[in-house]
Every structure is written in C-alpha cells, then in structure tokens.
Antibody, heavy 123, light 106 residues
Framework: QVQLVESGGGVVQPGTSLRLSCAAS????????LHWVRQAPGKGLDWVAT????????FYADSVTGRFTISKDNSKNTLYLQMNSQRAEDTAVFYC????????????????WGQGTLVTVSS | IQLTQSPSFLSASVGDRVTITCRAS??????LAWYQQKPGKAPKLLIS???TLQSGVPSRFSGSGSGTEFTLTISSLQPEDFATYYC?????????FGGGTKVEIK
C-alpha cells in the first residue's frame, strides 16, 4: 500500500537550516505530484510547496518563497524540503502528501499523507 | 483564494445531521476537496471535485456546491466522525485550506 514516511524534523535555532525527507513506497513515485503541508501547533492546515511529477514545476506559498526549496530524487523515491533562514513561525508538523496524477486537477488533491515530522524553531 | 468555513466549532450528538459550509472568495468551479483530521493523525481525503466520495468513505458523508459556496453534510453523525474538517481549493496556486470546523460530542 502507499506509504509516506517523513524524517528530519527537530529543534533548530532561528536563522538556521534544516532538510526534511519523505520516503515513498507502494506507488510509482514518478507518476505522482508531491506536496508539503504544515500545521502549526493547535492550528489549521497550511500548504507549503508542490513539485510536479517530472520535477520541473515547483510552487511555493508566499510565506516560504526564497527560503524553502522542494525537490525530489526519483531514483531514491524520496521527496525533500530544504528550509533555510527559519523563523519561529515555521514551527509546525510538516506533512508530505501525494496527489494521484500528473496534471490538473487530480495532481492538486492530497490523496495520501505521511505521519508528519515536527519542526520547532526556537532559541 | 480565501476559504471561509463555518461554523468553526459545532457540538452535536450521535445521529444528528451536520452541515459545514465553505465559502470561497472567488469562483472555483467544483475544484474543492474535503478532509477529515483526527487528533494526532494526518488528514484524510473524504471528497474530491466538491461531491465525489472517495473509496471507502461512508455514504453518510456528502458534498455539494460549485462556484463560491460548498457544503459538507454528515447525514447521521457517528462516534468515529468526531474530528476536524477542512475544505481545500485546488483551482489555483497558492493552494489554500479553510480554517477548519471542529465537530465535538454534545
């Protein structure tokens, strides 16, 4: 079955960097659009970034543009989120999610989710 | 595109009919999804394209609407339905979610 497993979360100081990973299995990785969605403690869901199935198109929330980079390695079935210049407001559980499809609209649904990894930005 | 969910909180009993509304700040055709999230768990996709029930989702859940106004209805609330529900628009980037509706036991 489809499985997404995030890793790389932890406690970091403001202004520093962290890279999250999401290992995927149970589906053809290169056929899916992949996303990062975060949820601050006690708050709602907040879309962060999307990468197309071919890795060419990337989209970012305004709040992370210029600081975060989404990427994928099809040979390793792994999605990444490089987070630089982190701020206290980036504190959240980060989920990776997969959309079943390469094109609109199916690619923009979050069909499958990982269990999340907690990132805490604090001095 | 901003999504406004109402109510943000509702208290209901088992067997009640529950309706949650999601309003979009501009027309999004039927490009709307609904998710259910239980405490400490990842969200789960319930409904796509405003009204298409995902495989395995009980038929007591239904979605309707198009344009700017959408509803999620639970026809007879069950104990396992107590959760937080979110709408999401996929019409355009940035993808956005509604603020959530927490359904609690009365």
């Amino acid at each position: 079955q489809v499985q997404l497993v995030e890793s790389g979360g932890g406690v970091v100081q403001p202004g520093t960097s962290l890279r999250l990973s999401c290992a995927a299995s149970g589906f053809t990785f290169s056929d899916y659009t992949l996303h990062w969605v975060r949820q601050a403690p006690g708050k709602g869901l907040d879309w962060v970034a999307t990468i197309s199935s071919d890795g060419i198109q990337k989209f970012y929330a305004d709040s992370v543009t210029g600081r975060f980079t989404i990427s994928k390695d099809n040979s390793k079935n792994t999605l990444y989120l490089q987070m630089n210049s982190q701020r206290a407001e980036d504190t959240a559980v980060f989920y990776c999610a997969a959309g079943r499809g390469r094109s609109f609209p199916q690619s923009r649904y979050f069909d499958y989710w990982g269990q999340g990894t907690l990132v805490t930005v604090s001095s | 595109i901003q999504l406004t969910q109402s109510p943000s909180f509702l208290s209901a009993s088992v067997g009640d009919r529950v309706t949650i509304t999601c309003r979009a700040s501009q027309g999004i055709s039927s490009y709307l999804a609904w998710y259910q999230q239980k405490p400490g768990k990842a969200p789960k996709l319930l409904i796509s394209a405003a009204s298409t029930l995902q495989s395995g989702v009980p038929s007591r859940f239904s979605g309707s609407g198009s344009g700017t106004e959408f509803t999620l209805t639970i026809s007879s609330l069950q104990p396992e339905d107590f959760a937080t529900y979110y709408c999401q628009q996929l019409n355009s980037y940035p993808l956005t979610f509604g603020g959530g509706t927490k359904v609690e036991i009365k």
